[in-house]
């Protein structure tokens, strides 16, 4: 049997098998895409990362009884014990939504677009003024 390469080691294997002179004599799989930038330690703001945890975790328990409250009183006839996890998803989802807001009121006010909302508030109060007399 004749296979190439095995009668003569010299004898080149084809394309495939020749080295280019860029190639490297090694493989780095370091070196395949960007490099991935580490945080600082300074880049987060601890408030914000504890709060977006607790919110996701609000919001899986919420979705979690709003799909499972009416499911088990559909399917299983357990109307009671459904209604009560889903008025668990639907506080739970009040809640989570209630403290995302209070964040971003927070943080907008920290940055100092208050006035901003507060001239909208007065428009607003103004013209509702209006069509009352």
């Not at 095995?6 to 895409?33: T, W």
């Not at 330690?41 to 709003?66: C, R």
């Amino acid at each position: 049997m004749d296979i190439p390469g095995e009668d003569d080691p010299n004898e080149s294997g084809g394309v495939l098998s020749e080295k280019s002179e860029y190639e490297p004599e090694e493989f780095d799989p370091e070196s395949l895409g960007p490099d991935v930038p580490s945080p600082s330690d300074g880049a987060y703001d601890g408030d914000a990362t504890g709060l977006f945890v607790k919110l996701v975790i609000v919001f899986n328990v919420a979705l979690l009884a709003l799909s499972l409250g009416p499911m088990l009183a559909y399917f299983e006839g357990q109307v009671d014990l459904g209604v009560r996890i889903f008025l668990v998803g639907v506080i739970a989802f009040g809640y989570g939504t209630f403290r995302y807001v209070q964040f971003e009121r927070a943080r907008k006010s920290d940055d100092g677009s208050e006035p901003a909302e507060t001239a909208d508030t007065e428009t607003h109060d103004a013209e509702s003024g209006d069509h009352n007399g």
